[in-house]
Structures are given as structure tokens and as C-alpha cells.
């Protein structure tokens, strides 16, 4: 039997190449290309559109870059060199991703950084080095168990809903927290002392499972509901107690008071430090002022140079021209 002619090889060739392709889908051994990122103008700051093109890790970009959509990808790791060269990064959108593991560092070159959405991931542990100028955190639909978010004392807003949370992780101290999203969670109770640290605290939107259980027979119920009533913080939905006898859920809050009072002395020591520097750089501006005033007007009040010669010097020129013209008539 002959062989086949090269037109029969190709077929193999071709043949062969879709087979294994078919076999590499089929075994989730292929992966689709990594697409390219897309940039924009986003409210007058560098924008770069990298949601959905099959990314694997976070795209070096430009330093100029301030908002970055890195979601809808297949990112897994967050590594302490993630963002080595995203300096100038604000705005930071890594939800639904396959995120599990963040190194320690990863974050810590983002010095900028105000808003982070790393919600719908596999997070289980949050990394404590949160940039400190960070306001806004989305970490929903996570299967979060620790969260250390005293670093990030500006953070104003913290979403955790539904993330399989039974009890409310220790978050630290949190002096600027305006709002607070609990919802979604198999929450089985909160105490007073939980959120003693968020002396902001004005939006605190629970779970509906928490006030359809048993908790609300409980004398935590109306210790967290004395304490949001003292500080005028709205929950969603509102707390009703049900405990008979009130009476003897009394108790010393001055573990709670403490908590709430260092949390106060840490946002006026914020705010004084803030002061000092919006002070400071407003003494050097000005001094940086008065020192390019004084420098301009000495260079204005110099002698400027004359073209010519002075009436000094044509004096002497006409004397000695009478000279040497009485001189010559000697001779």
C-alpha cells in the first residue's frame, strides 16, 4: 500500500491538532488567550479597562494609570509584586476573580489608593497591611475568616455582606467608619463591644436572619440596642428586642465606653495630624513665596548696564582732544 501524499498529512497534522485541543478543553487544560488592556479618561484621571480578558495575573501598566478594572478574570494570587510598578493607583476593581491567596506586601506600594473591590473571591485571610488612605472596601461573597482592618483607619464604608460569616471577625480600630454591611451573613449574634471601635458608625445594615432568631431574647439584643439608640446609629432593619425582663440584662458598659473612647482619641489625633501638615505645607509655600519675591525684586532693582559711554568719560575724551589739539599747534 502507497503512502499518502502531503495533502494527507496535513489532514493528519490538522486532524491531530483539534483532537488534542479537544482534549485540552475537555480536561480544563486550555486556557483562552490574554486579551489587552483598553484605556479611558475616567472623571479626568488615566483609566484602564482589563475586566474579561482571561488575565491570570495583574497587567503591568503605566505609573500614570489611577483607576484599574481588573475583574471578571482568572487572577488567583496577589503577590507582594503585584502592583510594584501601579504607583498612582486610586481606584482599584478586582471583584469576581479566583483570588485566594494575597501575600502580606501586596498592597503596600498603593500609597494612593482610596477604593478596593475584591468581592466575589475565595478569600479566606485578609492581609493587616491595608494602605491607610483606603475609605471604601467591597468584600462580599467571600468565605472570610479573618479581616484586620486597623491599618486602614480612613476607611469609610465596608461591605462583608454574604460572606459566611457567623460571628463578626475582629476588625480593629476604626475611627472614620460611616457605614457598615452585614447582610447575607449567618450571623448567630452582635455585641455592643463589636462595634464600640467605629465611634462614627452612622449605617449598620444587619442580616434579617439576625432579628428572626433567638437573638433577639437575648440581653445582647438590648445592649446593642441602648448602644445604637445613645449614638443615633440607624440599623437595617431596625432591632426589636423581646426580652421579658430587662431588668437583669443591666451591666457594666465600661469596656464598651473604653473601646468607643480610644477610637474617639484616635480620629482627633488623625485629624491633628492632618492639620499639622495642612499647616506645615502651607508655612513652606508661603515661605517658598516671600523668598522668590524677594529674589525677583533684587534682580529688577539692579543698575541696568548703559549702552554707551558715561558723561564722565566723554568729559575726559573732549579734555584730552584739547590737549593733544593744543599740542600739535605747539609744534
Known amino acids: 500500500m502507497s503512502e499518502g501524499g502531503p495533502s494527507t498529512n496535513r489532514v493528519h497534522v490538522a486532524y491531530g491538532g483539534l483532537l488534542g485541543f479537544v482534549i485540552a478543553l475537555v480536561e480544563g487544560r486550555w486556557t483562552h488567550p490574554e486579551g489587552t488592556c483598553r484605556f479611558t479618561r475616567v472623571h479626568k484621571m488615566l483609566g484602564a479597562d482589563c475586566s474579561n480578558i482571561y488575565l491570570v495575573n495583574i497587567p503591568k501598566l503605566t505609573r500614570d ?31 469576581d476573580n479566583s483570588i485566594s491567596i494575597i501575600e502580606p506586601g501586596a498592597f503596600t506600594p498603593l500609597t494612593y489608593l482610596e477604593v478596593l473591590d475584591l468581592s466575589l473571591n475565595a478569600i479566606r485571610d485578609l492581609p493587616p497591611l491595608l494602605p491607610p488612605t483606603l475609605r471604601r472596601l467591597y468584600l462580599s461573597e467571600n468565605p472570610l475568616q479573618t479581616v484586620p482592618l486597623g491599618q486602614a483607619k480612613s476607611l469609610q464604608y465596608v461591605s462583608l455582606a454574604e460572606s459566611f460569616l457567623s460571628i463578626l471577625p475582629e476588625l480593629g480600630e476604626l475611627p472614620h ?16 463591644g463589636q462595634i464600640a471601635s467605629f465611634c462614627h458608625l452612622e449605617n449598620l445594615r444587619l442580616p434579617h436572619q439576625l432579628l428572626r432568631s433567638k437573638y433577639i431574647h437575648s440581653c445582647e439584643c438590648v445592649k446593642v440596642l441602648t448602644w445604637v439608640t445613645k449614638y443615633s446609629i440607624f440599623v437595617d432593619p431596625q432591632i426589636n428586642c423581646s426580652v421579658v425582663d430587662e431588668s437583669h440584662c443591666a451591666s457594666n458598659a465600661t469596656v464598651e465606653e473604653d473601646a468607643f473612647a480610644a477610637c474617639q482619641s484616635a480620629y482627633q489625633q488623625q485629624a491633628a495630624t492632618h492639620w499639622a501638615v495642612v499647616v506645615c505645607t502651607a508655612l513652606v509655600v508661603l515661605v517658598l513665596a516671600i523668598v522668590l519675591t524677594i529674589l525677583w525684586r533684587r534682580r529688577w ?18 579734555l584730552l582732544q584739547k590737549t593733544q589739539s593744543k599740542n600739535s599747534l605747539k609744534f
Open 177 to 192: 467608619l460611616v457605614e457598615l454591611n452585614l447582610t447575607g451573613n449567618p450571623l448567630e449574634t452582635i455585641t455592643a
Open 301 to 318: 532693582r539692579r543698575p541696568q548696564p548703559t549702552s554707551g559711554p558715561s558723561q564722565e568719560e566723554v568729559r575726559k575724551r573732549r
Open 65 to 95: 494609570v489611577e483607576v484599574l478594572d481588573a475583574s471578571l478574570n482568572r487572577i488567583r494570587i496577589l503577590r507582594n509584586n503585584s502592583f510594584t510598578t501601579h504607583y498612582s493607583l486610586k481606584f482599584l476593581y478586582l471583584g
